[in-house]
């Protein structure tokens, strides 16, 4: 079903894909809009992305014949029925068609698309402050009857790297520069390996050893879903840690992109090796890797703990919740919000996609 639109006049159409071939043969179109390849906005690593629980929900945006624009989202199901709740990730920026007014036209149109579409609720954002979705949010604000929610969003964590991985460590504060020093020099004395490049398949192999030998639990599937997402790279980001015996100590999976590493998976054997700091040590040889590769940018997908969380920048996001006001929906909502406390975790991490709520 297409949906389309004037805009200085130029006709455009809009159409929500499902189907996860249709959304790979944007592939072509998607990596000739880039000035440089950015695997963030191929389409084959935003379908790896989507876990179970979601189904895949892109607007493609045509002008006449050619792609104008592409909004990766996904619409929240829950045992197996849709919730009419689409979401759309954008805090590490959208795929660059055209300058930042042609940008901010096409999400718009891509949002009024979705908001017209069957079945429809509401959409979930994270976007950037300042950006040209930021400002196409601002004007369909103004133009539509929307229930509107706005809150800041504290997810992907970046640290700018310096030149040299000594001015890094000199930038630290005492203690964790000392901690990053020792626990290395404590790691090479007792003859374990550092191993910079691993394959994809020793990458599997060592995630599934370390995955129960983790202190953090993961959740269901998304060490999976993580590898997924690696695994649709030209280059992938996968460097290990192991123990003198061959024990696996550690790994990092991830991506490269333009002047940057994004870090999607960290595992680490700290059930048998506690006192360790596997973490640190695994980080402090990646992040000398990525400085010696020319990267001025190390992401974190997520977020971090200590220490880096003392030194990253989290990426400027807002969150925001655009609901159609229909009674039965905003009463909906409304329930939500008031049982969402009493609700059990899984339940209310669910239960967030409709409507936000403060946990006890």
């Known amino acids: 079903m297409e949906q389309q639109a004037q805009v200085k006049d130029r006709t455009y159409s809009c159409s929500v894909l499902t189907s996860p071939d249709e959304i790979r043969n944007l592939k072509p179109f ?16 935003f379908l790896s992305s989507v876990s179970s629980g979601w189904e895949p929900r892109v607007v493609a945006v045509h002008n006449e014949t050619e792609l104008a624009g592409v909004v990766y989202a996904k619409e929240k199901v829950i045992l197996g029925c849709h919730l ?36 429809t609720r509401g959409i979930r954002l994270r976007i950037l402050r300042g950006s040209p979705e930021s400002a196409a949010i ?29 001015q890094l460590l000199q930038s630290f504060g005492t203690t964790t520069r000392h901690n990053f020093r020792y626990y290395r020099r404590r790691f090479e004395a007792a ?53 003198r015996s061959g024990e696996w100590l550690g790994i990092i999976g991830g991506v490269y992109r333009p002047g940057a590493g994004v870090l999607l998976l960290h595992l680490s054997n700290d059930r048998n090796f506690p006192r360790d700091s ?29 220490p880096l969380s003392r030194y990253v920048k989290y990426i400027p996001s807002l969150g925001i919740h655009l609901d159609l006001p ?19 975790k899984r339940l209310g991490l669910d239960a967030e996609w409709i409507s936000p709520f403060r946990r006890r």
């Not at 954008?90 to 718009?108: A, C, T, Y």
């Not at 601002?138 to 800041?152: E, G, Q, T, W």
């Not at 229909?326 to 059990?344: D, I, K, M, N, Y």
């Open 30 to 45: 998607v990596r000739r809009s880039l000035t440089q390849n950015d695997i963030l906005f191929d389409p084959e690593f």
């Open 84 to 119: 009419g709740v689409v979401y759309a990730d954008l805090s590490l920026g959208s795929v660059p068609f055209g300058d930042s007014v042609h940008q901010e036209n096409i999400f718009r149109m891509a949002m009024e698309k979705l908001l017209a579409s069957p079945g």
């Open 138 to 166: 601002h004007k369909l604000i103004a133009s539509r009857n929307l229930d509107v929610n706005f809150s800041r969003v504290k997810d992907h964590a970046s640290l700018a790297l310096p030149d040299t991985y000594e």
């Open 191 to 243: 003859g374990h390996i550092y191993l910079e490049k691993l394959s994809l398949d020793e990458l599997r192999r060592a995630a599934m050893y370390l995955k129960p030998r983790c202190t953090i639990p993961s959740q269901s599937g998304s060490v999976e879903r993580l590898l997924d997402m690696v695994a649709t790279a030209d280059e992938v980001l996968a460097v290990g840690l192991k123990h």
């Open 278 to 306: 596997l973490s640190v040590v695994l980080r402090g040889y990646l992040i000398e890797n990525l400085i010696r590769r020319g990267a001025r940018l190390f992401t974190i997908w997520g977020g971090t703990g200590p």
């Open 326 to 344: 229909s009674f039965r929906w905003r009463l909906t909502r409304r329930l939500v919000t008031r049982a969402g406390p009493w609700l059990p």
